[in-house]
């Protein structure tokens, strides 16, 4: 049985996502959802996505995290916009946080906003904050099993970014376990090993994200 409760929060959430998501298709901005475990590197990886792709694109964060703004001033360091959104305790950022913090962004200037959300495999899922796609990171250092424990997020990721492999000499990982559990909840999944250590595998990343930006900005 749903509580209505719930529904009502999902639907409010929904309205103000699809505002969201007008907003940014008449400035033709590419909008990223980026969702993982805590630890996985979402940070280190957007650091480098904003560092090499600086001279290509003009980009900005929104920035979720329960307390402090380590990451946001980690981002802003690279040369991107940065704005920092402390949930105070809440597991995931939701629209209307992500249209209050659009205040301090200039969006009719930028190519691609990437929101970095909670650490979180479960609720921010679940909230759209007007964004084009999801973007899943799961770390080598966690199980490979992370795509059928937590099927939602998998599911409605466009792409799954499969970070550390520098990692793999070291730890019990199935990388083709992993894509194949992703794969059985979204066949059109795009799975895109990684390294921001070694740099290894982020070039095709960084195509995805190249073919996706001009897709917004012809359609």
């Known amino acids: 049985m749903e509580v209505p409760v719930v529904r009502n929060i999902l639907e409010a959430n929904d309205r103000i996502s699809a ?3 007008k907003v940014f298709a008449e400035h033709k901005v590419l909008v ?13 990886t957007l650091e480098r996505t904003l560092t090499d792709l600086a001279p290509e694109f003009k980009m ?17 360091a690279t040369g991107a916009q940065a704005v920092q959104i402390n949930t105070d305790g809440a597991c995931h950022l939701d629209s209307s946080m992500v249209q209050e913090a659009l205040e301090a962004i200039d969006v009719p200037g930028l190519d691609i906003l990437f929101v970095e ?20 990171l ?24 499969l970070n550390k492999t520098d990692l793999l000499p070291y730890v019990d990982f199935d990388m083709a376990r992993a894509e194949r559990f992703a ?11 990684v390294s921001c250590r070694s740099r290894e595998g982020l070039e095709a990343w960084y195509d995805w994200l190249r073919a996706k930006v001009r897709e917004k900005k012809n359609a």
Do not use: H
Request: glycine share 6%; charged share 25%; proline share 6%.
């Open 60 to 76: 900005a964060v929104i920035e979720g995290d329960l307390r402090t703004d380590n990451d946001a001033r980690r981002v802003a």
């Open 32 to 44: 990223l959802n980026l969702i993982s475990s805590p630890g996985s590197g979402k940070t280190s």
């Open 138 to 161: 799961l770390s080598v250092t966690e199980g490979d099993d992370k795509p059928e424990k937590y099927p939602l997020l998998f599911a409605e990721s466009a792409v799954m970014l």
């Open 117 to 136: 959300n909670v650490g979180n495999l479960v609720c921010p899922a679940e909230f759209e904050v007007g964004e084009d796609y999801k973007i899943s």
């Open 19 to 21: 505002q969201l998501r």
């Open 183 to 193: 794969r059985a909840l979204n066949k059109d999944i795009a799975v895109f090993p």
